[in-house]
């Protein structure tokens, strides 16, 4: 099959900015793609790059987009090397879109909804519980660890019990600190700890997922199918947060997830709605039925 290549650079601002270890992240740049068929149907995909999580850049997809020929194969979209996973996700996904252009309907107590870090959880958890989301996402590794252990005990007091509670550090604590938080949350409804340590420092995450029972969950250490593999082959079996749109080829991580039993959770990049629906469809088929998916943040943008 040969398509019409079109696409297109975007730049969205958040409503309000992300605040991570990785910094203050305030405007999601991409590329939306269209592939046009020879009946002029239209396949839509969206190229989200995430490079602090180790994807291409947004100049590097840039550039392989406008190297391309106007008119593009099936074979050439397979063949996107593995260092553009955010290129083989929009290609890929345009491709698919022709097969399936319907949403995933989902709610909002299957989505984690994401708290603002700071204290400033303690004023918004209750508007997402009543908006429907019966998991919250709170950033850690901003602030000070005092400081953020005394909202955390603040945030378990008032959350409901049935509430589930994700920390995600961005890999932005010590060892010392990942026990600290691990022992502190022993027996609360936290459900796992995201990404204590930095991604060189996979070996002590490792020994840390055997002492403590709260799960441990991997993202920046498992943002491409090859990391994905890697940490499963050096005996991973604590959650992987997987962001679809930064980890490739969706044939090749569909092989993935499905040769092999993975506790997965399927997260956004906060891309627009062209990756999101590719991104749910791949969610619905892989993620975790039993844990929220990690795409709470479905309106992030002015
Ligand atoms: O995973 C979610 O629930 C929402 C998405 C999310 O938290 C993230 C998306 C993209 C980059 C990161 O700052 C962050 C994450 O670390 O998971
Ligand atoms: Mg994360």
Redesign the pocket.
């Known amino acids: 099959m040969v398509y019409q290549l079109e696409f297109d650079p975007y730049q969205k601002e958040f409503k309000q900015p992300?605040n991570?270890n990785?910094g203050i992240?305030q405007l999601r740049e991409g590329i939306v793609i269209k592939l046009i068929n020879q009946t002029e149907k239209i396949g839509y995909g969206e190229i989200a790059p995430?490079p602090w999580?180790g994807s291409e850049t947004l100049q590097q997809a840039i550039d392989f987009c406008q190297k391309l020929d106007r008119q593009i194969s099936d074979e050439l979209i397979l063949s996107i090397p593995d260092d553009l996973p955010a290129c083989q996700f929009g290609f890929e996904s345009a491709r698919e879109d022709f097969k399936n252009c319907q949403n995933v309907e989902i709610s909002n107590s299957q989505l984690?909804g994401?708290l603002p870090t700071g204290i400033s959880a303690l004023s918004t958890w209750e508007k997402l519980w009543n908006q429907g989301y019966r998991t919250l996402?709170w950033k850690i590794g901003v602030a000070d660890i005092k400081e953020e252990l005394d909202i955390f005990q603040k945030l378990i007091q008032v959350i409901p019990f049935e509430a589930k509670l994700?920390l995600?550090a961005?890999g932005g604590l010590n060892y010392r600190q990942a026990k600290t938080w691990l022992e502190t949350v022993r027996g609360t409804n936290v459900e796992f700890l995201?990404?204590p340590l930095p991604v060189n420092e996979f070996d002590a995450m490792l020994e840390l997922s055997k002492i403590y029972e709260t799960p441990i969950a991997l993202?920046?250490s498992v943002a491409n199918i090859r990391e994905l593999k890697k940490c499963y082959n050096l005996g991973w079996r604590g959650v992987f947060?997987i962001?679809p749109a930064i980890a490739g080829s969706p044939q090749k991580l569909r092989h993935f997830c499905r040769t092999n039993q993975i506790d997965a959770v399927f997260?956004?990049?906060?891309e627009t709605s062209v990756g999101r629906k590719a991104a749910l469809k791949l969610a619905s088929e892989l993620s975790n039925p039993q844990r929220a998916l990690?795409?709470?943040?479905n309106h992030w943008f002015n």
Request: no cysteine.
């Open positions: 992300l991570t990785h992240w995430i999580f984690a994401l996402k994700r995600d961005n995201e990404q993202d920046e947060v962001k997260s956004s990049v906060f990690g795409f709470g943040v």
